[in-house]
């Protein structure tokens, strides 16, 4: 990872996102890795983008309560009315920040008008 690179979304888990192991339930990363996607397809698509699947996720290790979330976000492909981002999430972990891939994966997002149907991405 480089180290110029900027984080589409930092932020810190709280206790109430622990799952019955102690550590960050799934489910809370999934909805930050979503929203960190959202933001970087709607702004590719200009205007607004629903999720329309979730492919390749991958839990490298766990997010552990203290641990300070960067969501990378890298757009991979366009479609006509579809966009593709690979979103990569790092936590840094300790005193001395070290720094660990905890998941990755797929988020595609279709370009949407204000009836919620898809719409052709301006090119």
Known sequence: MSEHRRATIRTIPQPS???VNGNIFGGWVLSQM???GADT????AQGAVATVAIE???FHRPIELGDVISIYTDIEKVGRTSVTVKIEVFAERGLERSLHQVTEGRYIFVA???EGRPRP???
């Open 41 to 44: 397809a709607s702004r590719l």
């Open 17 to 19: 996102d622990l799952n």
């Open 34 to 36: 979503d929203l960190a």
């Open 112 to 114: 949407i008008n204000k």
């Open 56 to 58: 390749g996720m991958k």
């Open 121 to 123: 991405i301006k090119g």
